[in-house]
């Protein structure tokens, strides 16, 4: 099954909804979490999403229009 | 010769054995080098610096190479300077400018980065290298690696001066324009890197690539008499090089090269693209998500992240260090790109004038105090830029070729 390494930025009013566990289930694509902050104003997941190439992609596309923002891990790029 | 370790991850401390690896297993954080301090200190003495080229390798015990390096060999040692009619005009005493603008060859702080990371993935074994830029980075990936006669893969967002992109197409490299911002570049890069098996230097030579920037530091120290300043003030894109600058003195400090750093490390960004001077003011060190502002309406490019992968190393730094973080308008920038040309005849780029503008709003604020040592970190060379000053800098004074029209128009005789 593909994977895909990702950081979910989660702005303040998505702080309290189980964004990820319906994305989850809506999509079949099972979220292995490795790391999670909480502040006040931004919630951050670092997870490996694993699924169906097609799940995956719309799953992801689930997440970035109910606002939470995805960024690739694995290939992530600094400058 | 090699001090170096291996690689540990920032997040979880994991230790991993040198190789084109750039995130942890467990936790996906970053991988950084590690090295053997003890035995960079035997031969890291003042004296025996002093005595080596002055280039970036002049500190080489604390860079990721094993062997000799044959890359970059001109690339850093750029002038130092104190600022004595800039420290007037801003109201200091004590100010410094270290000047990336012409590093060789591709006059910016990149210059640096780049023939680590290229280094390093020749020892390696790549033949190509590839990179994700807002432009300065492109410059620098060609230049370099077609001196280390590598195939290379360019990747900038469309919409970039025309200095930046001629100053790639020049070295001869496949450069590729992506629609959209650098983030949407990223994005890309990333899916690429995992199908091919090229060096990226930015993503899976991160590791190496990001310890060339220590190089900054190292100067910054050495040109200071062995000392690290009080106030040092950095412009963030990605996020590489504040917290390396910062290392960079806490490395000096264990060698016994400089004493015990109290420097405050200020961070510098465009208003139109300021995800980490965000979070520093609201406290967080998480980056908030956020899209910059349209190209059209912003004067500085080579900043222009709104995903900085090292950000959250940046807050932590400015925190460690009790800094502060701000940010400059378009106004404010092509102002202090003026300023800085008129005072010391330094022209810098926007990130420069970034830099510049937010030092003076720091000390407008007190929060860099006026009788303290203060530098300025300028990376990046205004001739790449001209496109930010072009209507504002007036124009020449047209005449005839003769004395009588040279007074008349231009003596107002
Ligand atoms: C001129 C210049 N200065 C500074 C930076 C800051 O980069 P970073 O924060 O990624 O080290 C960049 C990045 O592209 C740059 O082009
Ligand atoms: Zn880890």
Redesign the interface.
């Known amino acids: 099954m593909p994977t895909r390494k990702v950081l979910l930025k989660y702005p303040e009013h998505l702080i309290k909804e189980p964004v990820l566990f319906q994305m989850a289930k809506q999509f079949d694509v099972m979220p292995n979490i490795r790391r999670a902050r909480v502040t006040e104003t931004v919630g951050e997941i670092v997870a490996e999403l694993e699924g169906a190439a097609d799940n995956l992609a719309a799953g992801i596309r689930y997440l970035e229009e109910r606002g939470v923002q995805v960024q690739p891990l694995e290939g992530d790029v600094v400058e | 010769m090699s001090c170096v370790r291996g690689l540990r991850c920032k ?1 979880c401390g994991r230790d991993y054995p040198i190789a084109a690896v ?2 942890c297993e ?5 991988l950084e080098v590690q090295y053997n301090y003890e035995q960079a200190a035997q031969s890291m003495t003042r004296d025996a610096i002093a005595a080596r080229p002055r280039n970036l390798w002049r500190y080489r015990e604390l860079l990721p190479l094993d062997g000799e390096p044959t890359d970059g060999l001109q690339s850093g040692f750029t002038p130092f300077i104190r600022a004595h009619n800039l420290a007037r005009e801003l109201g200091v005493r004590d100010l410094y400018i270290k000047n990336d603008g012409v590093n060789f060859p591709t006059l910016s702080y990149k210059d640096r980065v780049v023939p680590v990371a290229i280094a390093k993935a020749k020892e390696l074994g790549f033949d190509t290298v590839g ?4 432009g300065n ?1 492109a410059n620098a990936v060609a230049a370099h690696g077609a001196r280390a006669g590598l195939r290379r893969y360019i990747f900038i967002p469309t919409g970039l001066e025309a200095g930046k992109v001629m100053g790639t197409l020049v070295y001869q490299p496949t450069l590729v324009a992506v629609e959209g911002n ?1 983030d949407d ?3 890309l ?6 199908k091919y098996h090229w060096a ?1 230097v ?3 030579m ?1 590791p190496y ?2 310890e060339g920037a220590k190089t900054y530091g190292f100067e910054v120290g050495e040109q200071l008499g062995w000392r690290a300043p009080d106030n040092l003030v950095c412009p963030v ?4 090089i504040l917290p390396k600058i910062w290392k960079s003195f806490h490395e000096l400090e264990r060698l016994g090269l400089i004493p015990s750093v109290r420097t405050r490390m200020f961070a510098a960004q465009a208003a139109t693209c300021a995800p980490v001077v965000t979070a520093v003011h ?1 406290g ?6 956020m899209k910059p502002a349209p190209l059209a309406e912003s004067v500085d490019t080579s900043l222009r ?1 709104g ?4 950000g959250p190393y940046v807050v932590q730094a400015v925190r460690q260090s009790d800094g502060w973080a701000e940010m400059a308008t378009n106004e404010e920038i092509i102002a202090a790109m003026q300023l800085l040309a008129r005072t010391e005849g330094i022209w810098t780029e926007t990130a420069g004038g970034t830099t510049l503008a937010v030092a003076k709003k720091l000390i407008e604020q007190g929060r860099i105090r006026r009788d303290e040592t203060t530098v300025i970190c300028i990376t990046g060379n205004g001739l790449k830029t001209l496109e930010a000053v072009r209507e504002r800098l007036g124009k020449p004074i047209p005449i005839a070729a003769t004395l009588a029209a040279f007074e008349e128009r231009v003596l107002g005789a």
């Open positions: 997040e750039y995130v467990f936790c996906f954080g970053p990179c994700a830029s807002t980075l650098y570049v990223n994005r890069c990333s899916e690429i890197t995992n990226f930015n993503v899976n991160r690539y990001t894109a990605g996020g590489t609201r967080s060190d998480i980056i908030p998500p992240i995903n900085p992968a090292d």
